[in-house]
C-alpha cells in the first residue's frame, strides 16, 4: 500500500520528529501532505504508522486499530505522567520487600482482571485529549484544575512475562540516560533533579515487571502502570513502552 507506511519511532522522539526524520531520508516525500494516525508518547517507542497523500483523508479509519504492546512497569515510585519522564509524586522503597518473588508474581497477577476487557479508563492529564479548547497537559503545565474525562476501552489480553530487580544506582544511569535522548521542553532538568534526589540517597533493588498487552486504541498503557500499583498498594509507573502491532501490521 504505496500511501500507508509503517516507521519506527525511537524511545527519546516525538511522532512528528520521526515523521520529519522518515522525510529527511525519502526526500521525494517534502512536497507530499503526510499525517501520522496514532500517537507515541516520547518515552514509548516502536511502530508509527504514517499516511501520505490521499490516504491522510481515511485518518479516522486507522486511529481506530486495536493495537499491542510490550511494557515494563517500575514499582516502589509514581509520577505525575506516569512514566518515567515525570515528577515523582510518591515512593516507597521498602515496597514488596516482604515479598517473596512467587507472592509478588501472584499479588500482581491477581489484579490483572481489573485490566482485562472492557473498562472505564481515565486519561492522564498529562496527555493531549482536549478539553475546553486545551490539552489537558496545558492545564496541568499551568497548575489548572480541569474535570479529566475518562473513555471505555477494551483489553483483549494482558500477561505478565517477568520480574526482574535493578539496583538504584542502575536505575539512576537508566533514567538519565533515557531522559536526556527528549528534545523539547519536558521539564527534563527539574525532573532530574527529582530522581537524583531519591536515587542517591542508600542503595536499594527495585522490582521491574514486564508485560505483553493487546488493547483497543486509545487505550493508556501507563495509565495501567499506576493504576496497577494503586491496586496492588505499591507505587507503580511505566518504566517502557514498545507497540509491536498497529491493526494488521507488526514489526
Given at each position: 500500500?504505496?500511501?500507508?507506511?509503517?516507521?519506527?519511532?525511537?524511545?527519546?522522539?516525538?511522532?512528528l520528529?520521526?515523521?520529519?526524520?522518515?522525510?529527511?531520508?525519502?526526500?521525494?516525500?517534502?512536497?507530499?501532505?503526510?499525517?501520522?494516525?496514532?500517537?507515541?508518547?516520547?518515552?514509548?517507542?516502536?511502530?508509527?504508522?504514517?499516511?501520505?497523500?490521499?490516504?491522510?483523508?481515511?485518518?479516522?479509519?486507522?486511529l481506530?486499530?486495536?493495537?499491542?504492546?510490550?511494557?515494563?512497569?517500575?514499582?516502589?515510585?509514581?509520577?505525575?505522567?506516569?512514566?518515567?519522564?515525570?515528577?515523582?509524586?510518591?515512593?516507597?522503597?521498602?515496597?514488596?520487600?516482604?515479598?517473596?518473588?512467587?507472592?509478588f508474581?501472584?499479588?500482581?497477577?491477581?489484579n490483572?482482571?481489573?485490566?482485562?476487557?472492557?473498562?472505564?479508563?481515565?486519561?492522564?492529564?498529562?496527555?493531549?485529549?482536549?478539553?475546553?479548547?486545551?490539552?489537558?497537559?496545558?492545564y496541568?503545565?499551568?497548575?489548572l484544575?480541569?474535570?479529566?474525562?475518562?473513555?471505555?476501552?477494551?483489553?483483549?489480553?494482558?500477561?505478565?512475562?517477568?520480574?526482574?530487580?535493578?539496583?538504584?544506582?542502575?536505575?539512576?544511569?537508566?533514567?538519565?540516560?533515557?531522559?536526556l535522548?527528549?528534545?523539547?521542553?519536558?521539564?527534563?532538568?527539574?525532573?532530574?533533579?527529582?530522581?537524583?534526589?531519591?536515587?542517591?540517597?542508600g542503595?536499594?533493588?527495585?522490582?521491574?515487571?514486564?508485560?505483553?498487552?493487546?488493547?483497543?486504541?486509545?487505550?493508556?498503557?501507563?495509565?495501567?502502570?499506576d493504576?496497577?500499583?494503586?491496586?496492588?498498594?505499591?507505587?507503580?509507573?511505566?518504566?517502557?513502552?514498545?507497540?509491536?502491532?498497529?491493526?494488521?501490521?507488526?514489526?
Open positions: 500500500m504505496k500511501n500507508i507506511f509503517v516507521i519506527n519511532k525511537k524511545e527519546g522522539e516525538t511522532p520528529e520521526a515523521l520529519d526524520k522518515f522525510k529527511k531520508k525519502n526526500q521525494k516525500y517534502n512536497n507530499t501532505k503526510m499525517t501520522y494516525a496514532g500517537r507515541l508518547d516520547p518515552m514509548a517507542s516502536g511502530l508509527l504508522l504514517v499516511l501520505a497523500g490521499e490516504e491522510t483523508k481515511n485518518k479516522e479509519k486507522y481506530s486499530l486495536d493495537k499491542e504492546y510490550e511494557f515494563e512497569v517500575l514499582f516502589s515510585f509514581a509520577t505525575d505522567t506516569f512514566d518515567i519522564l515525570g515528577k515523582v509524586v510518591s515512593s516507597d522503597n521498602s515496597a514488596g520487600k516482604d515479598l517473596t518473588e512467587v507472592e508474581k501472584k499479588s500482581i497477577k491477581n490483572l482482571k481489573y485490566f482485562t476487557g472492557k473498562f472505564i479508563q481515565q486519561y492522564p492529564i498529562y496527555s493531549s485529549k482536549t478539553v475546553k479548547g486545551k490539552q489537558l497537559f496545558e496541568a503545565r499551568a497548575g484544575n480541569v474535570e479529566v474525562p475518562s473513555r471505555s476501552v477494551y483489553v483483549k489480553s494482558l500477561k505478565l512475562i517477568k520480574l526482574r530487580n535493578i539496583s538504584s544506582r542502575k536505575l539512576l544511569a537508566n533514567v538519565e540516560k533515557r531522559i535522548k527528549v528534545n523539547g521542553d519536558f521539564r527534563q532538568k527539574e525532573i532530574l533533579t527529582i530522581w537524583n534526589k531519591y536515587l542517591n540517597v542503595t536499594h533493588d527495585y522490582t521491574i515487571a514486564s508485560f505483553k498487552i493487546k488493547c483497543s486504541s486509545g487505550t493508556y498503557v501507563r495509565g495501567i502502570a493504576n496497577l500499583g494503586k491496586r496492588i498498594g505499591i507505587p507503580a509507573l511505566a518504566f517502557s513502552i514498545k507497540r509491536t502491532k498497529i491493526g494488521k501490521w507488526s514489526k
